[in-house]
């Protein structure tokens, strides 16, 4: 049996307005989840998001039709598309694993632990950064860094078919307020 | 794997060569590409005035319905009834992206109704299911992400069949976006060739249906193809620009091979992303050298239809199981002049190839997303 372990977490808001300004807090939170040591190449990065690449979307064509099409700011561009706090995540924080982006609400949450998980049991990565990023109506971030490692003192251990062995009310509750859907959770609990 | 095997035992494609996979099969043998000028981007302002569109298609909300046509299609080829656990797994680039650039001119907004995830909700919809829904916004490498995920949720047992693919309909932001990022050829993309320009933004939706082999077996269906295991990986490296050795390509094939346990001469063919540009095109020749010594056949599809962004992995996949069915590889339509740099084979007229077994669909896509997606014949 192959215990998989979340060793840290971290659930914090911000008041940046600005996509990019919102990317760098994120990074800034986050790399405090990130050990010191650990196998870039088998680390994965998973991030659920309602609306990343849409503040940014609309910004940069209300930009284009003002300065005409052929004169839009392509710096700005890469951030209209929903997978770019995961690129750019990626690229600070060096994780070079499987990048994942699903968009949606309590059901992209399930689906980035799902994959989480499903890579840890599969030894496809041996650590993961499971994120939930949303960035309207203000930048707001929970994540998770998994591990297969050494177990810590305390946390939540999934076996590989991602029952809950060693459930601890106080745990369970924290990764489901992380996460904000119960029964998301509790459905990847369940396998 | 000791898991059953995935099977897709249904099409559906929505390109600017064809909206039946015939037609598509058809047309990309022949060597056809969709490319040509629209005056309605020039009236528009923008630089570049090629693309590869379907003028045809003009129901809106135009992206979700292309998925909903396609998804049917692929459907009604499976002659699968919709009973049991269905899953839906999309991938797209831009989501809806009419519906932000209408916002952006003052019109209503509703982020529901723009963002990726209104695919999966829009195909469940129409189709009347309601299993596990998931929308993958992994840009133009996000159709792999997608039907890998369906494939190891049959093969895991957590769903019954799955209802997996990609779309992305004509989107003027990004046609300013990678214009202004000067990534775009203002004539036809020419993926691998010495004088390639760039890429070329094209439109459309592609579908399958997997289920277990055994399941679809059992029911009689047909089979057309495998769909084995994804390798991922990330070059955390530049916002846009691939890592130039190819190294992060190359460890997404990597993965894929090593999962299913299989070696690098046993595959037969790869469809690459070989986008027409001159840095990505480059480190994929680089990574498909470093990887497979034995110089696999190789075609790159955007010269035909296109970069459909979100779209193109799935579609390419939809021809990665006709030439897996068929045995026939499909022309890089527009290369003519191989770059002597590559050294690779790059198919440049239709192909037999009697013994094809395993084959290659690789996508990678802004932010450093590397994707190879492994197929088997049926």
Known sequence: MKHLWITNSVETDSGAVDFEQAAEWAAAQLVTLVPAQFEPERAGLYIATRDAGASASISFWKQALEAGAGFANPHDFPWTLASSPAGYLALLLQLRGPNYTLVGAASASQGVLQHAFDDLAAGRVSTALAVRLDLTPQPRLAALWLADSAPPRSGLALDSEMYLVAPEDDVLAALCKTFQHRQSAAAVAAG | MSAARAVITGMGAITPLGSTINDLWAALLAGQTAAREWDDLAEQGFRITTACRIPGFTSQPRGRLMAVTAAQDAVYHAGLSLRGRVGVYVGTTMGESLAFERAAEGQPFALDEAAASAYPQALQQALGIDGPAYAYGTACAAGNYAIGAAAEAVRMGRV????????????????????????????????????????????GAGFVVIESEDAAKK???????????????????????????????????????????????????????????????????????SVFPHQPPVSGIKGALGHSLGAATAIEAVITALALHHRILPPTANHQQPDPDMQIDVVTEARESRDLRWALNCGYAFGGLNSALLMEAA
């Open chain 2, 219 to 289: 029911r009689g269906a047909s089979v057309y193809a495998a769909v084995s295991t994804l390798g991922l990986s990330c070059d955390a490296h530049h916002a846009t620009a691939p890592r130039p050795d190819g190294s992060g390509m190359a460890a997404a094939m990597t993965h894929a091979l090593r999962q299913a346990g299989r070696a690098t001469d046993d595959i037969g063919f790869i469809c690459a992303h070989g986008t027409g540009t001159r840095a990505s095109d480059a480190a994929e020749a680089l990574a498909i050298r």
């Open chain 2, 160 to 203: 019954d069949a799955a209802i997996a693919g990609g779309v992305d309909a004509f989107s003027r932001i990004a046609m300013a976006g990678f214009s202004r990022s000067r990534a775009m050829t203002p004539e036809y993309c020419r993926p691998f060739d010495a004088e390639r320009r760039g890429m070329q933004l094209g439109e």
